[in-house]
């Protein structure tokens, strides 16, 4: 409990200083364009490969490419398999496969919003649903009370405790489309703190619910999937199941769109007018996030391998390196765009903290925690095998044999006496009801401690 508290407050400040870091990395980009080559950004969406290529040159540009493609890449994948992990806890009658193949279509569908202007709305629903979501766990937790018998053993290995702390360094580094929210604000030059107070929000959602369970039930979370798998199904965690499942839509979205700008500026289609030419375009980066949300349908063990494999280098190292670097001579540093804060020690403050961010980072969370997620990552393909129909799907129970064979009388026909005995699988015995699957914002506590990975993992 002590560590999971400890890992969210720390994470959480160290994402909200690579943040900052990025968003003045792209105000001086922009600055520099705008200044010196009278660039007109109206129709061009600035990534942050495209910073990095005008700050540092094309090796920098390079780099942050491909760990932020496969960061994107795989966070879409990230949401696609919790899609359909969620719906079938709502409709288990058919499989989960089944339905990512039903979902992939549906986020299909993103090819069609234009760009993050798009998405207003939609993310203040967003935040809607998951607010709801946390605080129905939290009050719900402690209306049920402690379990009889309730343990709180935490991780019993190494390898589970920096599974979680790497969940953990992945929910509080996902920042990786920051420069296209930024440039999809007309203020731009206030991200960072509209970050530092979403960083703020978002603790107030995932401390009191995360505590609240892990308080009611315990090791039980071990086993289950997620904390609304213990409470009782009513209206209101039916509610919270598709509030999230939604959400995940939407995150989709998020995720995915920088691909969409990437593939359009490969293929020069993104200064296209047509709404219609675009979303076309799209449709082929949909395919290969479709087809490995299918391959690798493991939640949990995605989440700590692309937290520990890309997340680490995309939102953490590479984004300090390069405030490092872009502003290593006296003459960068007097004509920056914006200066280091004093409570931070200025210059000399900026790359002490740079340096802890990129050796903490390296070691424990691409070191540690690449060892234990690619582990974990193994054993479920090991344990399950690629193209999971179901994974981790709760068994059904068989119906218990009849007591007795009833013989027909001579007036009854033996169709009727089969139809009388007998019946459908599961006609006589109730199924359990199901767990839902683990969502990537609100209970990536409850997957510290109780491991993201589906009941193997935790803090």
Not at 158 to 163: A, D, P, Q, R, S
Not at 388 to 393: F, V
């Amino acid at each position: 409990m002590l560590s999971g508290i400890l890992f969210q407050l720390f994470y959480g400040l160290l994402g909200s200083w690579t943040a900052y870091l990025i968003s003045i990395l792209y105000l001086e980009y922009r600055t520099r364009r705008e200044e010196r080559d009278k660039a007109d950004f109206r129709n061009h969406v600035i990534q942050w490969f495209e910073v990095l290529d005008g700050l540092l040159g094309r090796h920098w540009r390079n780099a942050g490419l491909a760990f932020n493609c496969t960061f994107l890449l795989f966070g879409s994948v990230i949401q696609l398999i919790g899609c359909a992990s969620n719906i079938y806890y709502v409709n288990d009658r058919l499989d989960k496969r089944t339905w990512t193949y039903i979902f992939g279509a549906c986020c299909a569908t993103t090819v069609f919003i234009p760009s993050f202007h798009n998405y207003r709305v939609w993310s203040f629903l967003g935040l809607v649903m998951t607010t709801y979501t946390a605080w129905y766990i939290a009050v719900a937790s402690l209306a049920h009370g402690q379990v009889e018998g309730v343990t709180h053993s935490g991780p019993t290995r190494i390898v589970l405790y920096f599974t979680g702390a790497t969940n953990i360094l992945y929910t509080f580094g996902g920042h990786a489309v920051t420069v296209e929210i930024m440039h999809a604000m007309w203020r731009p030059q206030k991200f960072k703190s509209i970050y530092l107070l979403a960083t703020v929000y978002v603790l107030t959602l995932t401390l009191p619910s995360a505590a609240a369970a892990y308080w009611a039930f315990g090791d039980a979370l071990l086993t289950h999937s997620n904390a609304l798998a213990l409470l009782p199904r009513t209206a209101f965690r039916d509610a919270a199941v598709v509030l999230m499942l939604i959400h995940q839509f939407i995150t989709f979205g998020f995720a995915c769109t920088p691909l969409y700008f990437v593939w359009e500026k490969l293929i020069g289609l993104h200064d296209c007018r047509s709404l219609c030419k675009r979303a076309a375009a799209r449709l082929p980066v949909v395919v290969p996030i479709w087809f490995l949300a299918i391959i690798f349908p493991f939640f949990g063990p995605i989440n700590s391998a692309v937290g520990s494999l890309l997340v680490s280098f995309t939102v953490y190292i590479i984004p300090a390196l390069a405030h490092m670097v872009t502003f290593r001579s006296p003459q960068s540093r007097e004509n920056a765009v914006e200066r280091p804060p004093r409570f931070a020690g200025g210059w000399t403050g900026a790359y002490v903290i740079n340096s802890f961010v990129v050796a903490w980072v390296l070691v424990v969370g691409f070191g540690f925690g690449g060892w234990a997620s690619i582990t974990n990552f193994v054993q479920q393909v090991n344990t399950f095998g690629l193209f999971a129909k179901c994974y981790q799907c709760p068994p059904h129970l068989a119906p218990p044999p009849p007591a007795a064979f009833l013989t027909p009388p001579p007036s009854m026909p033996p169709a009727m006496a089969f139809n009388a005995t007998g019946g459908a699988p599961g006609l006589f015995s109730p199924v359990p009801a199901p767990a839902p699957a683990p969502s990537p914002m609100m209970s990536f506590f409850l997957r510290h401690h109780h491991h993201r990975h589906h009941g193997r993992h935790g803090l």
